[in-house]
């Protein structure tokens, strides 16, 4: 095995890689698969990065092979034995067969995984290729796995960004800023309450470490006394910040934000322990892309996530729509809240609504934390699934839909709570 950082070729399997394994069929029998859109942007990430990608298979359909054309990747199909495949392709492109990552699911892949340099298995591979994967991933098969590989070779090459920005034709500088103060008059000092062992505002920002979208992270918080504290605990997570305003938080976000030269504000409430990485990059990716002013994620009957307790909720507002809002509203509520002066006022912007992913879809669903009665469930999740490396949203809601009293306590404070 060599380092991730000398990858020149990136192969993938289909079925349970590309695909959820599933096998789907018509009443007249043909045969239909799954494939995940975001796994098609890291092929092109990886190309942009000069990283050559093929798709080896031991099926041989016409679906996959329609998929692998409109990637524009090399196919192998019925392919029985992977490791001639391999060799095949490293001498096609002149290369060594450790300067070659795979990333597999099943018994099949094992021998091709221990003949190139790094291997990756995904989320929910047969244990024995986790046992000789040199990484797993967070996501299954199907959900983002080959996507997730793919940034995972770039970061590690210190390809990512120049790649990004050279497929979204962009420059512009995306900082998260996490709005948080200890004045909560139903929670007092919520930022530094617990969830397992580490401060609720330490366990947000060591979640946005794991956004590829973001170029920076900056704290907004107020000039209270007490929010000393939350400059503190940034500081020693090499983390800037400012103080300012404690009502006015459009004021204070702009600040902040003018601060580290952001063009792009990702904006984090602090009270939201179990924000999804992949799910602001998304939306950053696609804001961008879209040229919007203002990029937020929506339930599947147009509800915005902002304005439920879910905690998945993530808004990406240009710089200069926050600038224009300032100047247009001297409103307590829309100072306060940031954003209700954008959704109240559609027509003036150009709004850009994304679904929620479809696990997320859950509206009494409630991980935000604003009690002491939601601190708790939070701590009860986290400890009940806290063995694994990373608690990711999917592992969250298998938890809750095997635990139904739970989703119950959560409806009741949604209503008790409502926004």
Do not use: W
Request: charged share 30%; net charge positive; glycine share 6%.
């Amino acid at each position: 095995m060599i380092s991730s950082d000398k990858i020149k070729l990136f192969i993938t399997d289909v079925d349970g890689v590309m695909t959820n394994a599933g096998m789907y069929y018509s009443e007249k029998g043909d045969e239909f698969k799954k494939f995940n859109a975001r796994d098609g942007g890291g092929f092109i990430l990886l190309r942009l990065a000069g990283i050559k990608c093929a798709i080896v298979t031991q099926e041989k359909t016409k679906i996959v092979e329609r998929r692998a054309k409109k990637l524009g990747i090399p196919l192998i199909q019925n392919s029985k034995n992977k490791v001639k495949a391999l060799h095949q392709l490293t001498k096609q492109y002149k290369l060594k067969s450790e300067e070659v990552a795979y990333i597999g699911d099943d018994i099949n892949d094992i021998l091709i995984m221990k003949e190139v340099g790094f291997s990756f298995a995904v989320a929910d591979a047969c244990e024995e290729v986790k046992k000789i994967a040199n990484h797993i991933t967070n996501s299954k098969g199907g959900e983002g796995a080959v996507r997730e590989a793919a940034e995972f070779i770039l970061k590690k090459n210190n390809l990512f960004d120049k790649s990004l920005k050279t497929y979204l034709g962009s420059t512009k500088t995306v900082v998260a800023v996490i709005q948080a103060r200890s004045g909560s008059i139903r929670l007092s000092s919520k930022p530094l309450k617990k969830i397992g062992e580490k401060p609720l505002l330490q366990y947000v920002i060591e979640r946005l470490f794991k956004c590829n979208s973001l170029n920076k992270i900056i704290l907004a918080t107020t000039t209270k006394s007490n929010d000393k504290k939350l400059i503190n605990l940034a500081n020693g997570l090499k983390i800037k910040s400012f103080a300012g305003d404690e009502n006015n938080v459009l004021n204070r976000i702009i600040h902040a934000a003018n601060k580290v030269n952001a063009d792009i504000v990702v904006r984090i409430c602090a009270d939201n322990p179990f924000i999804d990485p992949s799910e602001i990059d998304r939306l950053v990716y696609s804001h961008i892309k879209t040229g919007a002013d203002y990029t937020t994620n929506i339930f599947d009957d147009g509800t915005l996530a902002i304005l439920t307790g879910i905690g998945f909720a993530i808004e990406v507002i240009s710089l200069k729509t926050l600038n224009e809002i300032s100047t247009k509203t001297n409103d307590r509520y829309e100072l306060e809240h940031v954003t209700p002066y954008i959704y109240k006022n559609p027509g003036k912007f150009k709004l850009n609504l994304i679904k929620l992913q479809t696990h997320m879809q859950i509206k009494d669903l409630r991980l935000t934390i604003d009690t002491k009665e939601d601190l708790e469930i939070v701590n009860k999740i986290h400890k009940d699934i806290s063995n694994k490396k990373f608690i990711s949203s999917s592992d969250i809601i298998d938890y809750v839909k095997q635990n139904p009293q739970l989703l119950e306590e959560m409806k009741k404070l949604n209503q008790a709570n409502k926004k």
